[in-house]
T-cell receptor
Framework: AQSVTQPDIHITVSEGASLELRCNYS??????LFWYVQSPGQGLQLLLK??????LVQGIKGFEAEFKRSQSSFNLRKPSVHWSDAAEYFC????????????FGTGTRLTIIP | NAGVTQTPKFQVLKTGQSMTLQCAQD?????MYWYRQDPGMGLRLIYY???????DKGEVPNGYNVSRLNKREFSLRLESAAPSQTSVYFC?????????????FGDGTRLSIL
């Protein structure tokens, strides 16, 4: 069975500082990986996705993520955060064949301080 | 461009009452999903519908029923609400089966069972 771990429940960073949110997955083959962002009172918005090919993927709002098979990780990064990036971030993994199940991590809440 | 629309946005019920949560998408997507989101647990799949006329159980289906009314609409019914069903419910859709396609989410229904 696939699973996702987001080890950081809450992260606080200063505006303008760099950001890295951690995501580790468990799956027997190459997974499909996603990062979603949820602003308060809103649904989830897709930031980026990885299916195959280049292991560094670019997303919206200046985010990027790197797939590292050896570490079973798909960490989300941003060079310089803005106050509007404060939100909850979810990593998700899907199987790469005939499987509807998309498994979400428990989320990381990001707080930005001035 | 509405995307995925959920109604109502908020609801308070008494234990034992019934209720139907509505979801509609205007993206001509084939697959639709219902999730619940609870603190510290991420999103868990309740039911999904791969296409019009089909529904399948997800991870936590007990206490719920669903109806895929047509291609656009997918409703979630609580026949006899219980306090354990207090949660935020999200509907999602995607173009078709296949975990390599992102899901698009509604803004959620916040449901409290007293």
């Amino acid at each position: 069975a696939q699973s996702v771990t987001q080890p950081d429940i809450h992260i606080t960073v200063s505006e303008g500082a760099s950001l890295e949110l951690r995501c580790n997955y468990s799956y027997g083959a190459t997974p499909y990986l996603f990062w979603y962002v949820q602003s308060p009172g809103q649904g989830l918005q897709l930031l980026l996705k990885y299916f195959s090919g280049d292991t560094l993927v670019q997303g919206i709002k200046g985010f990027e993520a790197e797939f590292k098979r050896s570490q079973s990780s798909f960490n989300l990064r941003k060079p310089s955060v803005h106050w509007s990036d404060a939100a909850e971030y979810f990593c998700a993994v899907g199987a790469n064949f005939g499987n509807e199940k998309l498994t979400f991590g428990t989320g990381t809440r990001l707080t930005i301080i001035p | 461009n509405a995307g995925v629309t959920q109604t109502p946005k908020f609801q308070v019920l008494k234990t034992g009452q019934s209720m139907t949560l509505q979801c509609a998408q205007d993206m001509n997507h084939n697959s639709m999903y219902w999730y619940r989101q609870d603190p510290g647990m991420g999103l868990r799949l309740i039911y999904y519908s791969a296409s019009e006329g089909t529904t399948d159980k997800g991870e936590v289906p007990n206490g719920y029923n669903v109806s895929r009314l047509n291609k656009r609409e997918f409703s979630l019914r609580l026949e006899s609400a219980a306090p354990s069903q207090t949660s935020v419910y999200f509907c999602a859709s995607r173009r078709s089966l296949g975990s390599n396609q992102p899901q698009h989410f509604g803004d959620g229904t916040r449901l409290s069972i007293l």
